[in-house]
């Protein structure tokens, strides 16, 4: 009667996470088949003691990264089951191997992603815009990761910080919207033109102090308007 009891919770947990899934599932496909989906959702802002911290930790670490390309975004971002992906073009390859100019592959990262929660819907990014179409960015990537057997390569970016190793060529106005103090969530169609997403201007330019020093690092074509961004 034991066993019995046991199989029989067991199998209502499993019934009662399957239905959870398929509504789940079934309002997060509602959301994106509509095109205008990201004038709904927010995204979080870094706090400046974290963004400073962790813009040093990748000054340290950035330059180990296995692979650092540029690219330039051909597809628009992808949401999946708990991560999101972009396509893009190989424009050149700075360091590393495996990779090779004119390619297409997939980038993804692991806190790159859509889900619901007390404000509707929130997107992940790591800290940093997603990437404009046909628009290229300096990124680091780790390597190679299962594509469930898709023909285009999936790879993932570098570190294991709470930011996103991405850094436009272009220069942008990087808005910072007040929060409430409960909360760093803002809605994204605020700050949907900014490159990075941070509480403070301490914070933006850690960022953009960090962007400056890879691209002299890996591009120095670019380092005049990366320098010119912060202004």
């Known amino acids: 009667m034991k066993l019995r009891g ?14 959870y899934g398929i509504f789940e599932k079934r309002t997060y496909t509602d959301i994106t088949r ?40 051909v597809g628009e971002l992808e949401h999946l089951a708990r991560t999101s992906r972009q396509r893009v073009k190989v424009e050149a390859v700075f360091q590393g191997e495996g990779v090779r100019e004119g390619e297409e592959l997939y980038l993804t990262e692991s806190r790159w992603n859509l889900y619901p929660n007390l404000y509707g819907f929130s997107m992940d990014r790591g800290f940093v815009n997603l990437m404009d179409t046909g628009q290229p960015y300096l990124v680091f990537v780790e390597g190679q990761v299962d594509g469930l057997g898709e023909r285009t390569p999936v790879y993932e970016l570098y570190g294991d910080t709470v930011i996103a190793p991405v850094f436009s060529y272009r220069t942008h106005e990087n808005r910072i919207v007040e929060t409430d103090g409960t909360s760093t969530y803002v809605p994204y169609h605020e700050v949907s033109g900014n490159e990075f997403f941070a509480e403070t201007q301490a914070g933006v330019d850690a960022f953009l102090m960090l962007k400056e020093e890879m691209f002299s690092l890996y591009d120095s074509s670019a380092f005049g308007a990366a320098v010119m961004s912060r202004y």
């Open 6 to 19: 046991a199989l029989i919770v067991t199998m209502a947990a499993f019934l009662l996470a399957a239905c």
């Open 34 to 73: 509509d095109a205008s989906y990201l004038e709904t959702v927010y995204v979080a802002e870094i706090p400046e003691n974290f963004a400073l911290s962790c813009c040093e930790e990748l000054r340290r670490i950035l330059p180990e990264a296995p692979i650092v390309m540029k690219v330039s975004a």
